[in-house]
C-alpha cells in the first residue's frame, strides 16, 4: 500500500508551446506543483527529514526548527507531520496569508520575523538554546542531494538525454544544485542557467542573498550563466502562464519561464528545461493575478 511520501517527485515534464516564440527549440516546464505538498519542496524535506531521523541527529521529543519563505515550510509542516514530529517555522513578515494558514493546517508553530534573514537568525539562535534540530536548508547537503536522486534523473529520463539546457530560480539553491551535479555527469556540455532578482525586486522563492547569507550549499562552479529577472517580469510571466498555458503557478515560476525565454531567443536549437516551482493558489491573496 502507498503512503504519500511515495508521491514525492515523479512531476509531469510539460511542453510550453504557446509562450516559446522559437519552433526550431523545445521549451518544458517540470511541474513540480503535483507534488503532494504542491511544490518542488517536497522534495528537500523529505530528505532532510528522513536523513536526520535515519543518522540518528533528530532525536525522539526533538522538536524541529527551519526558517522558510513558504514553499519549504509547507513541506516539512507536512512532512514532520508524517513522522509525528513537533515542527516550528519561521518566516518573514511578507509571507502570504495562504502559505501561514496552510502549514498552521499541518500543525506547525508560525513565528514570523521582519525579514528572511531575521528569520534565519533567530532559528539559528533558538536551536543553540537546545530543544530544537535546526535542519539548515541553506547548509544541509540533502537539500541538494534530493535533486541529484530524483530532479536530475527524472529530467534525463523524461527527455531520453536530449536535454540541453535547465534553467532554475535560485532561493537555497538545492534544485540547480543538484540537478547540475546529476546532469553534467551525464553530458558535461549540458549548460545550467539560473535565474535570481534584479535589485530592489522581491520575487518569492528567488533571492540574491548578501554575501553572509549566501547558501553554503551553493557552488558557483556548478551553475554556467545567471540572468537577472524584474519584479514586474516575473510578474507578467506568471499571468501569461495561466492564460496562455493553463498553468497556474507562483512567481518564481514565472521567473524561470522569463529567464528561460531569454535563452531561447538566443538558440538555433536545442532542449530546454526549466522549473515550475510550485502552484499559484498559495498566492491569491497578493497582488500577483491583479491587472
Known amino acids: 500500500m502507498a503512503t504519500l511520501l511515495d508521491f514525492v517527485g515523479n512531476t509531469p515534464l510539460v511542453e510550453l508551446k504557446r ?10 516546464g517540470k511541474m513540480e506543483g503535483h507534488n503532494p505538498g504542491g511544490s518542488v519542496k517536497d522534495r528537500p524535506a523529505y ?41 516550528e517555522l519561521v518566516l518573514p513578515m511578507n509571507s502570504t496569508r495562504e502559505r501561514i494558514l496552510t502549514m498552521q493546517a499541518f500543525g506547525a508553530k508560525v513565528t514570523l520575523m521582519e525579514t528572511m534573514e531575521g528569520a534565519r537568525d533567530h532559528a539559528e539562535e533558538q536551536a543553540q538554546k537546545g530543544g530544537y534540530y535546526l535542519l539548515n536548508q541553506f547548509a544541509n547537503p540533502d ?38 551535479r546529476f546532469l ?13 532578482p534584479t535589485d530592489g525586486s522581491q520575487i518569492p522563492g528567488i533571492r540574491k542573498w548578501p554575501e553572509e547569507y549566501l547558501p553554503k550549499i551553493f557552488d558557483p562552479k556548478r551553475v554556467d550563466r ?6 514586474e517580469e516575473a510578474t507578467l510571466m506568471t499571468r ?48 500577483l493575478f491583479g491587472e
Request: proline share 3%; net charge negative; with cysteine.
Open 143 to 180: 537539500n541538494y542531494l534530493a535533486h541529484y536522486r530524483t530532479t536530475g534523473p527524472e529530467i534525463w529520463q523524461d527527455t531520453q538525454g536530449k536535454i540541453t539546457h535547465f534553467v532554475s530560480s535560485m532561493g537555497t539553491t538545492g534544485t540547480i544544485m543538484g540537478t547540475s
Open 47 to 87: 530528505s532532510m527529514i528522513k536523513g536526520a531521523i535515519d543518522r540518528g541527529d533528530l532525536k525522539p521529543g526533538t522538536k524541529l526548527i527551519e526558517a522558510t519563505s513558504g514553499n519549504t515550510g509547507i513541506a516539512l509542516a507536512m512532512i514532520a507531520r508524517l513522522y509525528n514530529v513537533e515542527i
Open 19 to 28: 509562450v516559446n516564440p522559437n519552433p526550431a527549440v523545445t521549451l518544458y
Open 226 to 231: 545567471v540572468i537577472d529577472v524584474s519584479q
Open 240 to 287: 501569461r502562464l495561466a492564460r496562455e498555458e493553463g498553468i497556474f503557478a507562483g512567481m518564481s515560476s514565472g521567473g524561470a519561464v522569463h529567464a528561460a525565454l531569454k535563452l531561447v531567443e538566443e538558440l538555433n536549437e536545442g532542449v530546454v528545461v526549466c522549473i515550475i516551482c510550485d502552484r499559484g493558489d498559495r498566492y491569491l491573496s497578493s497582488d
Open 184 to 196: 553534467k555527469e551525464q553530458n558535461p556540455a549540458i549548460q545550467i542557467l539560473g535565474c535570481q
